[in-house]
Nanobody, 124 residues
């Protein structure tokens, strides 16, 4: 049974930092591309960042480039999202997702497994 469990969400002031982590089990993690998505109230879920199986390729939504960093640990089976210089518009539920292949994809439809999400709130 595949499980993706996010942690690290919370409340942070604008300009602050937060680190999200996703622990994966039940899937061939070392051969799986991973991604982070988010959904703000009243909006559709959107792509945030993705990473390929090795960590050698990463992808970001334009609005988070230079502020967010995705990384993975293929020994601990975790993927992290380091968020800095945070803005109120970053407020959302953040989801970890596992791709159907080794690539890091920006397309939601490529992901087959999803975590339950963790709330991130940025106050102004």
């Amino acid at each position: 049974q595949v499980q993706l469990v996010e942690s690290g969400g919370g409340l942070v002031q604008a300009g602050g930092s937060l680190r999200l982590s996703c622990a994966a089990s039940g899937l061939p993690f070392r051969r799986t591309g991973m991604g982070w998505f988010r959904q703000a109230p009243g909006k559709e879920r959107e792509f945030v960042a993705a990473i390929n199986w090795s960590g050698g390729s990463t992808y970001y939504q334009d609005s988070v480039k230079g502020r967010f960093t995705i990384s993975r640990d293929n020994v601990k089976y975790t993927v992290a999202l380091q968020m800095a210089s945070m803005k109120p518009e970053d407020t959302a539920v953040y989801y970890c997702a596992a791709n159907s292949n080794t690539y890091g994809s920006t397309t939601e439809g490529s992901y087959v497994y999803w975590g339950q999400g963790t709330q991130v709130t940025v106050s102004s």
